[in-house]
C-alpha cells in the first residue's frame, strides 16, 4: 500500500512538471505574438495605436505567468525531492521492520521447537526403564531400555538418536544400535554435554550443546539435550548417568527459514538465517555456509536493521521460550535495498 501511495505521488509531482512546462511554452509562445504584434501595430501608424497597448499587456501578462510557472517549478522540484527522500525512508524503515519482525519470527520457532527439546529430555530421565537401566547394569535392563528408547523414536521423529551414558560417560544404550554401530561404547566424557549435564543440581536442569555435526551419528548436525538420569527417577536423586537426545537438526532448521513469508519479487534476493551466539551459521534458506561461514553483523540492541552497501541486514536476538533461556542465536535476513 505505502509503494503504491508513493508511486501515486510520484506521478502526480510528474504531472505537475510537465504540464508547468507546458502551461510555460505556451506563454513563450504568446510573448513572441505580443512582439509581432507590436511590430505590425507600429507599421499601421495611428491606426495600430490599440493593438499596440493589447500587445504590451499581453506581454506583460506571458512574462508574469512565465516567472510564476518558473517559480513552480522550482518549488514542485524542492517538494518531489523531499518527498523522494521522505518516501525513501519510509519505504526502507517499513521494509526494515518487517524483516527485522520477520527474523524474530525465525528464531522464535526455533526456540519454541527446542523449548519441547528441553522438556523432553528431562521427561525421559524419569522413565523406569532409563533409570534401572543404570541402577541394575545388566543386558536386561539395557536391552528393556533400548526398546523403550526405540519407541520414543517411532512417535518423536525430530530426533536421530537417544542415548544413555554411564557415570564414567560410556554409552551403554542407544535408540537405534544398528544405525549407529558407532555410538554404543562410546567415550563421552569430555563432551560438553555430558560435563554439564552430570553437574546439574536437580531433574529440573538440564543441558544443550550447540549444533555441530557427530562423527557418532553418521556426522549429522545435531543439538544434543541432555540431563541426570537420577536414583529412583526422583528430582533430588544422586547422578547415575546422563540421557543425551540428539535433535535432527537440518530438517527442522530448514523447514524454518525456508518458511520465511517473503513475497515472490523478494525471495530471490533475500537469505535467511539463524546463527549462534558467536555468528556461526547454523541455518540458511539458500544452503550456504551452514556450521562453516560466519556471518558478521552489528548488533546494536536485541533486534533492528541497517544498511550496509547496497544491503539491507535486519536481525532479532533469541527471546527465549517459557522456561528455555536461548542460547543467544539470532535470526538474521540479507536482503537487497
Not at 548488533?299 to 521460550?321: E, H, N, S, V
Request: hydrophobic share 40%; with cysteine.
Amino acid at each position: 500500500m505505502q509503494d503504491d501511495i508513493l508511486q501515486l505521488a510520484y506521478e502526480v509531482s510528474h504531472v505537475t512538471r510537465d504540464k508547468i512546462h507546458l502551461i510555460a511554452s505556451v506563454m513563450s509562445e504568446a510573448r513572441f505574438l505580443a512582439i509581432n504584434t507590436r511590430i505590425e501595430a507600429a507599421r499601421a501608424g495611428q491606426a495600430g495605436v490599440a493593438f499596440g497597448l493589447l500587445a504590451d499587456e499581453m506581454g506583460r501578462i506571458s512574462s508574469r505567468i512565465i516567472q510564476i510557472s518558473n517559480e513552480l517549478r522550482t518549488a514542485t522540484d524542492a517538494s518531489t525531492k523531499k518527498l523522494r527522500d521522505a518516501g525513501s525512508d519510509l519505504l526502507l524503515n517499513s521494509r526494515g521492520e518487517r524483516m527485522t519482525d520477520l527474523a524474530l519470527n525465525a528464531v522464535d520457532l526455533i526456540d519454541r521447537n527446542l523449548y519441547e527439546r528441553s522438556c523432553d529430555v528431562r521427561w525421559w530421565a524419569t522413565d523406569s526403564a532409563v533409570v534401572q537401566a543404570l541402577e541394575e547394569a545388566t543386558p536386561d535392563a539395557y536391552r528393556h531400555a533400548r526398546e523403550r528408547l526405540a519407541t520414543i523414536l517411532k512417535s518423536y521423529t525430530v530426533y536421530t538418536d537417544l542415548f544413555i551414558a554411564d557415570a564414567n560417560g560410556k554409552v551403554v544404550v542407544c535408540g537405534r544400535p544398528e544405525r549407529h554401530p558407532g555410538l554404543m561404547g562410546r567415550d563421552m566424557s569430555r563432551e560438553d554435554w555430558f560435563v554439564n549435564a552430570m553437574r546439574t543440581r536437580n531433574g529440573d536442569e538440564y543441558a544443550v550443546a550447540d549444533v555441530r555435526r557427530f562423527p557418532a551419528l553418521d556426522e549429522t548436525p545435531v543439538a544434543i539435550y541432555s540431563t541426570a538420569i537420577r536414583a529412583g527417577g526422583q528430582e533430588q536423586g544422586q547422578a547415575l548417568g546422563v540421557l543425551g537426545i540428539a535433535f535432527d537438526w537440518a530438517p527442522q532448521a530448514e523447514g524454518i527459514v525456508k518458511g520465511v513469508r517473503l513475497a515472490e519479487n523478494e525471495k530471490a534476493h533475500t537469505r535467511v538465517m539463524l546463527v549462534d551466539a558467536n555468528r556461526r551459521v547454523l541455518a540458511s534458506s539458500n544452503d550456504a555456509g551452514i556450521l562453516s561461514e560466519t556471518f558478521n553483523f552489528r548488533a546494536d540492541g536485541p533486534r533492528g536493521f541497517y544498511c550496509q552497501g547496497d544491503k539491507l541486514i535486519a536481525y532479532a536476538l533469541t527471546p527465549g521460550y517459557e522456561t528455555y533461556k536461548g542460547l543467544g542465536w539470532y535470526g538474521v535476513i540479507e536482503t537487497t535495498v
